[in-house]
Structure formats: C-alpha cells, structure tokens
C-alpha cells in the first residue's frame, strides 16, 4: 500500500514537472515570436544637401532689391520676354571696394543669354544700388586687390588668357576686359579677395 501511495505521489511530481516545463517553453517561445514581430526602427534619413556658400552672397532681403533692379532697370521688357526659366538666374557678392564702410554689390550672370565665348555679363552697382560698371564677356572668378588705385581696389579678371588689371577711372571701371592691357603679372596675390569661385568662393544662386 505505502509504496502504491509512493508511485501516486512520484506520477504526480512528474506530472507538475512535465507541465511547468511545458507552459516554460511556451513563453520562451512568445517572447521569441514578439521579438521577431517587434519592428526594427526607422533608420533617419541622411540630412538635406547643406551646400555652403560664402555669406557675402546670401542675403534673401537684398537679392529681393536686385530682382526688381534686374526687371525693371537692367533687362529691357522685350528681353523679358524672351528669357527661359533658366536664363533667369544671378548671383551676387558685397565688397566695400573703396573703404568707405559701405558694400557695393557686384552681380553676375551666368546663363547662355548673358554669356558668350569671352565670358559673361556682370554689373557693379552701389550701396544704394545705383550702377558704376555694366561689364561685359567677363570671365569669373573675379580678384579684389588690396591695392587701391585711384581710390578702389583693383580687381583682376582672365581676359583671351591673359590676367587683366581693371583699375577704377574715378567714376567706373573699365566694362570690357579684352579692351585692357595684359596685367604687369600673370596671378593675383595671396592677399586678393575670390569671388565666384566654386571651390573657394561658392555663391548662392538665385532667380528673377
């Protein structure tokens, strides 16, 4: 009899064993099917292209002031007209050319309607946003001088490959580079200021 009660009892132990094992194994097995379901997570997308530009060209306040001098001062209406969507694209850079605490603002167009074989349009305007020089076929990038002549910076430009001087007259700057003499030097100084330069001088493009 005792050893039928012990039998029962060691059924009976193995019983509870077998089933804690078993509901054991269940959960191990509801974990691993929650793990696997639980979604990975969203990698972040890499950032927007931050291309830089120098700050003399980014001002969105000024290039609004030169897209209505472009329209209404320096492109006539039936040129207007003509122009693509790309053609309508400038640049521009501030420089205090006379050291008078005051930024002129050089702006360049560089799209097929302003460009030629010899370079580019460009104009020269003010503080106040008034021209000094209407250039013509001239090649970037431009050099800004510290060496004043006539009370401005000189600003040299590549002409037929040749470096060209452009010296201040007293009033303007001389409008076609391949009208000027070849320069006393064949490159700018250390010292001279890049504009529109991609790789050292990158401004920012807008449109009108």
Do not use: H
């Not at 292209?49 to 969105?60: A, F, G, R, W």
């Amino acid at each position: 009899m005792i050893r039928i009660c012990i039998a029962f009892v060691l059924c009976g132990m193995l019983v509870t064993s077998c089933k804690d094992k078993k509901e054991a194994a269940v959960e191990e097995e509801t974990v691993v099917e929650e793990v696997m379901e639980t979604p990975q997570e969203v990698a972040e997308e890499p950032a927007a292209d931050q291309t830089y530009y120098v700050p003399q060209s980014v001002n969105d306040d000024l290039a609004e002031k030169l897209k209505t001098y472009i329209t209404t001062s320096y492109v006539a209406k039936a040129d207007l007209d003509l122009l693509t969507e790309n053609d309508r694209q400038f640049q521009f850079y501030q420089i205090d050319l006379n050291n008078d605490g005051q930024k002129e603002v050089i702006i360049n167009f560089m799209t097929p309607y302003f460009c030629g074989s010899g370079g580019c349009s460009m104009v020269l305007l003010s503080s106040d946003l008034k021209p000094i020089t209407k250039f013509t076929v001239t090649r970037t990038p431009l050099y800004a001088e510290n060496a004043m002549k006539n009370g401005w910076k000189v600003i040299l430009t590549r002409s037929q490959g040749e470096l060209k001087e452009l010296v201040y007259n007293g009033s303007t700057y001389p409008s076609n580079p391949s009208m000027v003499k070849k320069a006393p030097y064949d490159a700018p100084s250390g010292e001279a200021e890049i504009m529109f330069d991609e790789n050292f001088s990158n401004a920012k493009t807008y449109k009108f």
